[in-house]
């Protein structure tokens, strides 16, 4: 009775829901690519490849869990060389970077829409022998068919923000029935541990391992950094300039750091601003900002490796690209990270954090309470209420090189101190997971 409810609840929703998520295929761009993956449909190749042995189902939302999978991945191939995974995705931005970074052994899949013949057609195709929910991926049919086919599922890097919490509230009826029916959860905090287990989640199967993110952001190796340095070349930028850096920015908040901006050229006159969009989709209204603010700019994507650097530096680099915000983060001098100040939930700081860069964020981190309180404690991040707020922020950090600098090292101390969550995660998971090749 309670799965009839959830398909019927399920079926009204994706009805309602479908025009807004059309119009967001068409306003973002890629989602119409393998969109047959959503509906269980694949290519004869992709369904050979489905034939490899020993495979795990890793599902990640977008970007952010996708680094986490990799991650995971790697460390799990480690220990059981010849495991092969297929990797799902929700976002065409996570689609693509699947692509780009998985190994040749592995596939990357749009998730499929949880109707149970879908996710039927789904299994039987992958035949996955472990499924991997990265974060807070509960997807009933997808868990309960799963369990149908004795296939352990794992939720890992756990997280139920205060928003997410609320939503699974309202839905007890449900996932009291449906937690039991995972093996192991491993979550990132107490906090998550105790949400997940008040939603239904037997206490003895919940772990906490900590956020692997502090895993993720400890890797700060990548020839990307090659880019980074040759794109600042390219638009006029000198080791001697300072930096400021908008990091996954949202809606107003590419606004207010050209105010920022404006208020502190008079008094650092070679000051430079990046500004990096959390959507690429927006760089049309941003650009609109931009002229609009009188100020020279540059698009990362009209620079080309090799080329003939400007003879005077722009006032603003838009990186309007996607996989390469990291490195740039290790030429910056003072970052501010977006959804923070006009937008709610917050995104990762750990990834400048790693680069012992000095971080501002606004007062709306509710995504990332955990982490923020390991970074406050230690004076590694500045959180600001305001905009005026926000640009004393950033004319002290600017101002004092030695603050900059013990700020950034208390950040990279925090990351060093936290490691180790991958670890723990795959010492739980593993022993249950006994991966077998096809008879």
Same mark, same amino acid.
């Given at each position: 009775?309670?799965?009839?409810?959830?398909?019927?609840?399920?079926?009204?929703?994706?009805?309602?829901?479908?025009?807004?998520?059309? %119009?967001?295929? +068409?306003?973002?761009?890629?989602?119409?690519?393998?969109?047959?993956?959503?509906?269980?449909?694949?290519?004869?190749?992709?369904?050979?490849?489905?034939?490899?042995?020993?495979?795990?189902?890793?599902?990640?939302?977008?970007?952010?869990?996708?680094?986490?999978?990799?991650?995971?991945? =790697?460390?799990?191939?480690?220990?059981?060389?010849?495991? +092969?995974?297929?990797?799902?995705?929700?976002?065409?931005?996570?689609?693509?970077?699947?692509?780009?970074?998985?190994?040749?052994?592995?596939?990357?899949?749009?998730?499929?829409?949880?109707?149970?013949?879908?996710?039927?057609?789904?299994?039987?195709?992958?035949?996955?022998?472990?499924?991997?929910?990265?974060?807070?991926?509960?997807?009933?049919?997808?868990?309960?068919?799963?369990?149908?086919?004795?296939?352990?599922?794992?939720?890992?890097?756990?997280?139920?923000?205060?928003?997410?919490?609320?939503?699974?509230?309202?839905? +007890?009826?449900?996932?009291?029935?449906?937690?039991?029916?995972? =093996?192991?959860?491993?979550?990132?905090?107490?906090? =998550?541990?105790?949400?997940?287990?008040?939603? &239904?989640?037997?206490?003895?199967?919940?772990?906490?391992?900590?956020?692997?993110?502090?895993?993720?952001?400890?890797?700060?190796?990548?020839?990307?950094?090659?880019?980074?340095?040759?794109?600042?070349?390219?638009?006029?930028?000198?080791?001697?300039?300072?930096?400021?850096?908008?990091?996954?920015?949202?809606?107003?908040?590419?606004?207010?750091?050209?105010?920022?901006?404006?208020?502190?050229?008079?008094?650092?006159?070679?000051?430079?601003?990046?500004?990096?969009?959390?959507?690429?989709?927006?760089?049309?209204?941003?650009?609109?900002?931009?002229?609009?603010?009188?100020?020279?700019?540059?698009?990362?994507?009209?620079?080309?490796?090799?080329?003939?650097?400007?003879?005077?530096?722009?006032?603003?680099?838009?990186?309007?690209?996607?996989?390469?915000?990291?490195?740039?983060?290790?030429?910056?001098?003072?970052?501010?990270?977006?959804?923070?100040?006009?937008?709610?939930?917050?995104?990762?700081?750990?990834?400048?954090?790693?680069?012992?860069?000095?971080?501002?964020?606004?007062?709306?981190?509710?995504?990332?309470?955990?982490?923020?309180?390991?970074?406050?404690?230690? &004076?590694?991040?500045?959180?600001?209420?305001?905009?005026?707020?926000?640009?004393?922020?950033?004319?002290?950090? %600017?101002?004092?090189?030695?603050?900059?600098?013990?700020?950034?090292?208390?950040?990279?101390?925090?990351? +060093?101190?936290?490691?180790?969550?991958?670890?723990?995660?795959? =010492?739980?998971?593993?022993?249950?997971?006994? %991966?077998?090749?096809?008879?």
């Amino acid at each position: 009775m309670i799965w009839w409810f959830y398909n019927a609840l399920f079926s009204v929703g994706f009805l309602l829901l479908l025009p807004r998520f059309l %119009l967001r295929m +068409r306003r973002r761009g890629g989602y119409a690519r393998d969109f047959h993956h959503r509906f269980g449909r694949y290519r004869p190749e992709l369904l050979a490849a489905f034939s490899e042995e020993a495979r795990v189902w890793v599902h990640a939302v977008s970007v952010g869990e996708l680094y986490v999978a990799l991650k995971m991945m =790697d460390e799990w191939r480690a220990v059981q060389s010849d495991v +092969r995974f297929v990797v799902s995705v929700t976002t065409s931005t996570g689609y693509t970077l699947a692509r780009k970074h998985l190994d040749p052994r592995d596939v990357a899949i749009y998730f499929p829409v949880d109707f149970p013949p879908v996710m039927r057609r789904v299994l039987d195709a992958i035949r996955p022998q472990a499924i991997l929910l990265v974060e807070v991926e509960l997807w009933p049919n997808l868990i309960r068919l799963a369990r149908e086919r004795d296939v352990p599922v794992f939720l890992v890097n756990g997280r139920l923000s205060d928003r997410s919490f609320r939503r699974y509230q309202k839905v +007890r009826m449900i996932t009291r029935h449906l937690l039991p029916m995972v =093996d192991i959860f491993c979550m990132q905090s107490t906090i =998550d541990a105790d949400r997940v287990i008040a939603l &239904g989640a037997p206490p003895d199967k919940v772990r906490v391992t900590g956020s692997a993110k502090y895993d993720i952001a400890a890797d700060t190796e990548s020839g990307e950094g090659e880019v980074a340095v040759e794109m600042l070349r390219l638009a006029g930028f000198t080791p001697e300039q300072p930096i400021l850096l908008g990091g996954s920015t949202w809606p107003g908040e590419e606004e207010a750091l050209l105010d920022v901006y404006k208020g502190l050229k008079t008094r650092y006159r070679n000051l430079s601003l990046i500004l990096a969009p959390r959507h690429v989709e927006r760089v049309p209204e941003i650009l609109d900002l931009l002229k609009k603010s009188a100020r020279s700019f540059v698009r990362r994507s009209t620079l080309n490796p090799g080329g003939t650097p400007r003879s005077a530096p722009v006032d603003v680099l838009l990186l309007d690209t996607t996989g390469e915000l990291r490195q740039f983060y290790r030429h910056a001098d003072v970052i501010f990270i977006g959804k923070s100040l006009t937008q709610h939930g917050g995104q990762n700081i750990l990834e400048p954090a790693a680069f012992a860069k000095p971080v501002v964020v606004g007062p709306n981190m509710e995504n990332f309470k955990s982490i923020m309180a390991d970074f406050l404690a230690a &004076g590694a991040v500045v959180q600001i209420e305001t905009l005026q707020g926000l640009r004393r922020a950033v004319d002290d950090l %600017l101002a004092n090189p030695d603050k900059r600098e013990a700020m950034g090292l208390s950040a990279a101390r925090v990351i +060093r101190e936290q490691q180790g969550a991958l670890k723990r995660t795959l =010492d739980a998971v593993l022993p249950v997971c006994t %991966l077998l090749p096809d008879e």
